[in-house]
């Protein structure tokens, strides 16, 4: 069956950077649109960011990460990264993986994804 396995999660200052990833089994990754979401305490989850699945294809953001957090995939090892610099006490998370096949539009839209992963926590101290 399908699974997506996020790691990469932890405790980081304010200004500091981690690096998230999802592992993606069961499935043709190249055909897969992925996503990244995110959910804080007390919030409704909302998209971060989102691979499409077509080579050479784009990326997209949330404005509130734009600048500062970049998605990218490899999908040789069935991969996409989520890489956060600049990281500030707001992206206090838990964030989730999430993927699509060949989907071609609502990227930040959570219910257009089958496929979900358990989550990382992300925690930004002040």
């Known amino acids: 069956q399908v699974q997506l396995v996020e790691s990469g999660g932890g405790l980081v200052q304010a200004g500091g950077s981690l690096r998230l990833s999802c592992v993606a089994s069961?499935?043709?990754?190249?055909?897969?649109?992925m996503g990244w979401f995110r959910q804080a305490p007390g919030k409704e989850r909302e998209f971060v960011a989102a691979?499409?699945?077509?080579?050479?294809?784009?990326?997209h953001y949330a404005d509130s990460v734009k600048g500062r957090f970049t998605i990218s995939r490899d999908n040789a090892k069935n991969t996409v990264y989520l890489q956060m610099n600049s990281l500030k006490p707001e992206d206090t998370a838990v964030y989730y993986c999430?993927?699509?096949?060949?989907?071609?539009?609502?990227?930040?839209?959570?219910?257009?994804?089958?496929?979900w992963g358990q989550g990382t926590q992300v925690t930004v101290s002040s």
């Open positions: 999430a993927g699509e096949y060949r989907l071609g539009s609502g990227w930040d839209y959570e219910d257009n994804y089958d496929y």
């Open positions: 069961g499935l043709t990754f190249s055909s897969y649109f």
């Open positions: 691979i499409t699945w077509r080579i050479g294809g784009g990326t």
